[in-house]
């Protein structure tokens, strides 16, 4: 979760996934630690997990960064990692990087084109600076590096579709998973060559508990969390699709003062948004994302967990 700043205990979390046989372990980068140096250290540490950035904005480093990052962190995993990428928001972009975030579409297309390109051996396809000689990377090529793209607006769907190996939503409703299918087809639709089928990969905000009152208290703190402190995004995407009435009483209850809850009003976010409950009522809860066509759901952990709740909740799903 991005206000995880324990090194140690993002590594050891990765270490322990391997060792009980999760499929991938996948870190977002916002305003702490640089996930590649991380991910990094998680490769040689580990054997067999997928590691993955989940996401790298598309404002924080160049396209050629991005592309060494990527080539070089698949070479020390012996092919194991995944580029996630994503637009992030304008509070980290200007925020933090000091670059203007205006016309986030454009700046995705351009840098997948570029990394793509890179990972493939070629020389970057230049949009800007386009007197210069074209580079190209002095490394192997890593062409079977997927990249996954974080997409909420349609638009941003069909990019997706269009130009990546997998979809990677957060905060995107259960039930509508279908509705992204299609709206990823007809970015598919655009390709000049045929793709294999993206991967679909939606992260999701998880609370495993014993008690189930306290796990429904830990979804709705990344509900409210999300919704209220980190812009309107997230809220207008959730609006658009007719949650509106949800979305206000999420609001309501957090306001003046950021409280964590969710009421009763707002319970439909709970279920179409996170997984939570007792284990088997959390690998329940979990299914149905499989069941509604996510392949790859990546489980979002809350910040400060201790040793033994981490621990607790890699068990409840290695089932």
């Not at 590594?11 to 630690?33: H, K, M, N, Q």
């Amino acid at each position: 979760m991005p206000l995880e700043n324990r090194r140690e205990v993002l590594i050891s979390l990765a270490t322990e996934a391997d060792r009980l046989g999760f499929d991938a372990f996948v870190l977002p980068e916002t305003w702490a630690y640089d996930v590649t140096v991380l991910l990094a250290e998680a490769a040689v540490k580990t054997k067999r997990i997928t590691l993955g950035t989940g996401i790298l904005g598309v404002w924080n480093r160049s396209a050629g960064t991005l592309a060494m990052a990527a080539a070089t962190l698949s070479a020390i995993s012996g092919g194991r990692f995944s580029l996630g990428l994503g637009a992030s928001t304008p509070q980290l972009a200007e925020g933090l990087h000091d670059v203007p975030f205006h016309a986030p579409l454009a700046q995705m297309r351009r840098i997948i084109v570029q990394v793509k390109a890179l990972l493939r051996g070629e020389r970057i396809p230049l949009e800007r600076a386009t007197s210069a000689r074209a580079l190209k990377l002095n490394v192997p090529s890593a062409p079977n590096v997927p990249v996954y793209l974080a997409a909420l607006a349609d638009e941003s769907v069909r990019l997706t579709g269009e130009l990546a190996d997998g979809w990677l939503p957060f905060l995107f409703p259960r039930s509508l998973l279908s509705a992204g299918r299609a709206l990823l087809a007809e970015g598919a639709a655009r390709r000049t060559t045929p793709a294999p089928p993206l991967t679909l990969a939606p992260s999701v905000p998880t609370a495993v508990d014993e008690d189930p009152k306290k796990a429904r208290e830990g979804a709705a703190w990344f509900v409210a969390f999300y919704l209220t402190t980190m812009g309107a995004l997230y809220r207008q995407s959730l609006v658009r699709r007719g949650f509106g009435k949800a979305v206000d009483a999420v609001l309501a209850a957090n306001t003046p003062k950021f409280t964590g809850a969710v009421p009763d009003d707002g319970d439909v976010l709970l279920e179409e948004l996170t997984v939570f409950g007792t284990p088997p009522q959390a690998r329940a809860r979990l299914q149905r994302w499989h069941d509604a066509g996510a392949e790859l759901p990546v489980l979002l952990l809350k910040p400060n967990l201790t040793p033994e709740e981490l621990a607790f909740t890699l068990r409840a799903f290695r089932e």
